[in-house]
């Protein structure tokens, strides 16, 4: 593939000399990591935290409810809150790596950012944008990505230099197309807020019983409107969201504990094995033991 600027063939030189193998790799900036794929990659299932990712190489597609994303070098990808997703690499070769680098959107940092910069807040009743969104870079975002990259060769830099430019990164995406979205996330009583905390609840209650007129009077909202704006957010219902984090969290409970179907089920809040094979296989494709069977075949 033809890169479309210089700035990205530099940060694809950049990061291939920190992360020289496949996969993910956490730099010496926290917060910053870079992936590397030879390959287009099987549909690889997990949740995105809120972050900053932007394709340098190749192409990368992300699945959110019924919504397909596509991005690759020219834009960027936005996630404002934690959201269950199925994301792939659907180009790379050896020749061109396919690239990711991914840098984590600390509340704490917005926060204090926004109460500093004079940027326009949207209103609070203002709709809820999709919870990931994909915008082309601006050349003072790619000059921001640049430096920021640059400092991996500088480690004495980073403890100075690096907060200010995730600083100028932060500011970049507020004055874009998708600031509205993470300020209104923010926002104290803001329907994007509400959500935000609704699905706060979700990630630490998710082996709990749903009852969505508890979690809508929890948020302040009504079971209407707190279904409208779940949705218009996440593009699924909160029943939806809740049970990918179950099948998410079973999944791992066999791989990484190793424990049998039947216990990983029950340990996120399925009272029916067959009703959690049946959600189980409709998700992943297979049923839970030959899933489990493939995946650990395939890292042999």
Known sequence: MTLPFNRYQEIASIAAR??????????????????????????????????????VQGAKSVQLGTDTI????????????????????????????????TFAINSEKLLDLLSRANIQRPAATAPGQRGIVVNDATPQLLDAAV??????????DIPA????????????????????????????DSHGNRIARAISWLRENFARTLRIE???????????????????????????????????????????????????????????PSQFSREYSRLYGLSPARDVDAVLSAAE
Not at 22 to 43: D, K, Y
Not at 71 to 99: I, K, M, Q
Not at 147 to 156: C, F, K, N, Q, V
């Open 18 to 55: 920190f992360a020289s193998g496949e996969g993910e790799f956490q730099t010496g900036i926290e917060g910053l990591g870079i992936s590397r794929r030879t390959t287009p990659s099987a549909p690889c299932h997990g949740s995105y935290r809120p972050c900053f990712a932007m394709v």
């Open 70 to 101: 596509n991005y690759g070098p020219g834009s960027y990808l936005l996630t404002s809150l934690y959201l269950p997703v199925v994301w792939r690499v659907v180009e790379a070769s050896p020749e061109v790596p396919h690239f990711c680098l």
């Open 147 to 156: 430096r920021l990259l640059r400092l991996l060769d500088s480690p004495d």
């Open 161 to 188: 230099m690096a907060p200010l430019i995730e600083q100028e990164i932060l500011y970049r995406i507020l004055i874009g197309p998708a600031g509205d979205q993470l300020i209104n996330l923010a926002m104290a």
């Open 214 to 272: 508890d979690l809508a009077e929890h948020v302040n909202m009504s079971v209407s409107s707190f279904h409208h704006h779940f949705k218009a957010i996440t593009a699924m219902t909160p029943v939806q969201y809740q049970k990918q984090l179950r099948l998410h969290e079973a999944r791992r409970l066999m791989l990484i504990e190793r424990l049998d179907a039947g216990t990983a089920g029950h340990r996120v809040g399925y009272q029916s």
